[in-house]
């Protein structure tokens, strides 16, 4: 067989990468100057358009859709200008220099006026990749930044695989698509700015890799690597490679994706399932991490604000138009050599630098004391705080807990999630919308209104995701009801923390009888798992079995079925046995007035009704 063998080296997780758009002809730019250096200079040309009439200017600084709520930093293109801020906020706009910062970074920094410091005083900064460990230093305002490459080969013999080298093996796909005879892949960008919440994004454009050789599925053309290999690092040393700096045009060795569309579309394929598809794969291998990426979260970053990483998905359509994922780069290379990468990278670094939200730190003693409820949408301070320095109430610990102990969740149940929003809900999905609004040409495509389906792929449910999933079900259709409805908490400060009872779980009845029934039921699950010595029945609920002829519930049959493949025990003491009898009793028999829940109760949820055993 043959092996698709690629090296593997450790690397961190969490970092993006930017790089530089350039929409104005090479002919109208001319060089400037130096970028400033805290500590001197550094001898890097800065591009400027050369006509002050074709400068669009921009705010330097990008307004929240919501009051009280800080800004973020806008990050422009080379025939535009941004605005200068006041010289006190601008002294904290600070890039770190590193020897592997590339000068369009630093072009596209210098445009929003950032200077670059060897301190580590700084916002941003690209850089070699950083351990996991090392995310414990970041302080909580900054966002690192960095790239890397990776070594190919085609095997075909197990005693061709190194024995001390760690290495990705994945079997070869022989039967690609081909256009012209050639096999090519898809660059798809995917930006991942958060993970718990999840939130994904997936570029509209991306980068047709095409082999610069015919394909021939023959063993004596194993060691061609224009052949078998797309890259254009490799490709590019073929005599016959052809370059191509249109992004509308079908030629030469690498197309725009939304020009490889096209080309399907004219040939009456279906290019939209083949993007769904795309998404699907995408979405699917952002989970299978996800587990991992969040237990090193916890364990070694202060800020979920210096978390984001840009993707390239590698992506190969067989000779049935099914994608196939190749491998995923960490912080792929955005350096560009052609006006095509040019015209495709810029436009989307662009918008991941602004979809990155940026913001200028909160510091006291440079920025302008902030006001309470009174103060603008603008404000530099913004009265927002940071999620993760937020510590959880006990009322929102009470939600989270509620709503990921239910095993058997429906729809109507899962709704709730979003009847009372506490001060931690509306600051996650006020700043999930604020995020969108800076997508540019991204999409988000988790969460999104169907992607519902995705959550049983979790190793671990999180309530931000369900939160979020629930927001998008309800709001996809109609978005500003759901922005004016946040803009109306942020206005009272709920964001920020409030003793409103409105916005208390305990005070409000968290669910609807449905829902409390499912409650009770999980309760009774749990308390005859966790104490089972035997698997067998358990005595009270056999007696409840025996007495179904009593259930007069709409949700018989299902509680009952449920209720079959629940494990008890024989052992079991009283006080236990008793929870579980009135339990069952209550779910089953709204009108029952005995036991531990009777009805017409407001069910509210207190910590203290919890005990620790």
Known sequence: SQLFLSSCCSSCFLLTPPALRRTTPPSAIRRTGRLPLHDGHVSVDIEEPMSAEDVEE?????????PLTAPTLYFSTANEKVELLPAEQRRLLKWKLTTVTPN????????????????????????????????KALAEHQKPASARGIGIQVIHKWSQLPRKRPLLVQKYLHKPYLIGGNKFDLRIYVYVTSYDPLRVYIFSDGLVRFASCKYSSSMKTLSNKFM??????????????????DDKACQGHKWALKALWQYLGCRGINTTLIWEKIKDIVIKTIIASEPYVNSLLKMNVRSTYSCHELFGFDIMLDENLKPWILEVNISPSLHSNTALDVSI????????????GFRIPQREELLSPCSSASSSSSSLCGGSRERSRVELSADEKVKRAFYLTQRYAEQDFLSSVLDVL???DVRVLSESEDELSRRGDFERIFPAAPSSRYLRFFECPRYLNLLLDQWEQRHWSNRTKGIDLLR????????????????????????????????????????????C??????????????????????SRSRYTS????????????????????????????????????????VFSLQPADVPES
């Not at 009108?591 to 009777?598: A, C, I, K, Q, V």
């Open 562 to 601: 449920l209720l079959a493949s629940v494990p008890g025990c024989v052992s079991v003491s009283p006080t236990v046995s008793h929870i579980v009898f009135c339990t069952l009793q209550s779910v089953s028999q709204p009108s029952h007035r005995g036991g531990l829940f009777r009805p017409g109760r």
């Open 488 to 531: 109306t908490l942020c206005q009272r400060g709920v964001h920020l923390g409030t003793n409103d009872p409105a916005h208390m779980v305990s005070n409000n009845t968290i669910s609807s009888t449905a829902s409390t029934q499912l409650l009770l039921y999980n309760l009774c699950v749990r308390v005859c798992t966790c104490v």
């Open 422 to 424: 506490t001060p931690e």
């Open 104 to 135: 369009v970074v630093k072009h596209t920094i210098a445009r929003s006026h950032f200077k670059v410091t060897k301190s580590d005083d700084w916002l941003g900064c690209w850089g070699h990749h950083m351990k996991s460990s090392g995310f």
């Open 58 to 66: 921009h705010p330097a600084l990008v307004p929240s859709l919501f």
């Open 345 to 356: 990278k810029g436009q989307m670094i662009r918008d991941l630098l602004n979809l990155a």
């Open 533 to 554: 010595l035997q698997w067998s029945k358990c005595s009270y609920i056999s007696r409840c079995e025996a007495q179904r002829q009593d259930l007069v519930s709409p």
């Open 228 to 245: 078998h290999l797309t890259n254009y690092s490799v490709n590019k040393k073929n005599a016959e490679y052809q370059s191509n700096s």
